[in-house]
């Protein structure tokens, strides 16, 4: 007990956790305000206009698309630390020249405030995976990526209530202003990280192109990376197929009025916060396939379990048991990635498996509305259940594997990108 003691002691001594924490804490602060607020605010300045509603989703969602490969690859490139404290320093900007601009009586430009923090988070995001396999042992990785996770999952339940008081209460200048000082205070809190090395910057390739060439390459001659891509994509779909159809599982099998609905999310995101308090206490002892491959696993009896209950008690207790895994989902996926990748392959590896899970999502939720149509909301469930089994026997042969595998062949990086 006593060495398990110091070492979490010795986990928040790091100069590293404490500063990308506390960035982390400030960056919540400014995402949640901003999607709270602009959408309030959309909805307000176009009378709930859907069209005017849905361009903030593509404003988020879009970059993932266009920017997450290239922008793991420029991180890659260039010095994390720089590259992480530019960003917020820009997107903070962004928000004040959005706000000058809004002043001035323009309020379409709201839209760009969301598009340009979500580009810029492409480049930062993966910034932040390198550091974290830089700054942070081995053995603690895990630990690590549930102390995040953790953070994300106390924003899930206090984010809309945070933005929709601040909006409502302050209305949307001060909104964007919070949203600004948020970010400057994230880059001020990036200062206290330990300085880039100079390798940092990297030896790269000639060109742009030859270092995504090398990226894709890389993933392909990894057998763990390549199960991961699958079974992203597995997982996107299954999500994808469910996640505009929550309001339906409580008119239509609950019979209940729309608005019941915050009690499946609320359930949802208090299960996330102990889900992830109680992966922490599990890391030391859990090899993070395990991890993944239970929360799956569990997803898929919550999924059946949802789409079959008339039961309001039973509808909210598969929802909190989806919450309650969530983080060891998100745990094992981080901590693999970061484990059987090298440092300088880490923006790359997350640009190109980041994509293939939004993608496959997104691909399915187009198609949610015209497949409930077709079939009922409980063949949607069911279905969503045997892609998430589908999933989980992708991943079963990695329980054979070692946590994280030797370094890369040679001849990954070596041969021609041509």
Not at 49 to 62: C, G, K, L, T
Not at 403 to 418: F, K, L, N, T
């Amino acid at each position: 007990m006593a060495s398990k003691a110091l070492s979490t002691a010795d986990f928040f001594k790091n100069r590293f956790v404490q500063s990308i924490l506390l960035s982390g804490l400030f960056l919540q602060i400014g995402i949640w305000v901003r999607n709270y607020s602009i959408l309030l605010y959309v909805m307000e300045q176009t009378n709930g206009d859907a069209f005017a509603v849905s361009m903030i989703s593509v404003a988020e969602f879009a970059p993932i698309f266009i920017f997450s490969f290239i922008g793991g690859t420029f991180a890659d490139r260039w010095r994390p630390k720089r590259t992480m404290i530019g960003c917020d320093l820009l997107s903070a900007i962004s928000m004040f020249a959005v706000l000058g601009t809004l002043m001035l009586g323009s309020w379409k430009v709201i839209f760009f405030a969301t598009l340009v923090s979500s580009i810029l988070s492409q480049f930062s995001q993966p910034s932040g995976m390198r550091l974290f396999k830089v700054h942070v042992p081995g053995e603690q990785m895990q630990m690590g990526m549930s102390i995040y996770q953790t953070l994300f999952a106390v924003f899930m339940v206090l984010g809309p209530m945070m933005g929709t008081f601040v909006y409502q209460h302050f209305g949307i200048d001060t909104a964007i202003g919070i949203m600004g000082v948020a970010f400057l205070l994230s880059a001020l809190s990036l200062t206290m990280l330990p300085a880039d090395r100079p390798s940092d910057a990297g030896a790269a390739p000639a060109t742009l192109r030859e270092e995504m060439v090398l990226g894709f390459r890389y993933v392909l001659s990894r057998k763990v990376l390549t199960t991961l891509g699958a079974s992203f994509m597995t997982a996107g779909l299954a999500l994808g197929l469910i996640q505009p159809l929550g309001v339906f599982l409580v008119t239509e099998r609950l019979g209940l009025p729309k608005e019941n609905l915050q009690w499946l999310m609320m359930a949802n995101g208090v299960a996330m916060i102990l889900g992830g308090a109680i992966a922490m206490a599990f890391t030391k002892k859990t090899a993070p396939q395990k991890l993944l491959i239970l929360g799956m696993a569990v997803n898929i009896f919550t999924m059946a379990t949802s789409g079959v209950s008339t039961q309001l008690w039973l509808t909210l207790t598969a929802q909190f048991f989806s919450g309650l895994v969530l983080p060891c989902i998100q745990i094992g996926i981080n901590t693999l990635i970061l484990q059987n990748t090298e440092e300088k392959f880490v923006g790359r590896v997350n640009g190109i498996l980041n994509p293939l899970f939004m993608g496959s999502m997104v691909a399915t939720m187009s198609l949610a509305g015209w497949l409930k149509q077709m079939f009922s909301l409980v063949a949607m469930y069911e279905a969503a259940a045997l892609l998430f089994v589908a999933g989980v026997l992708v991943l079963l042969p990695m329980m054979r594997l070692p946590a994280a595998d030797p370094d890369p062949e040679a001849d990954v990086e070596q041969a021609d990108p041509a």
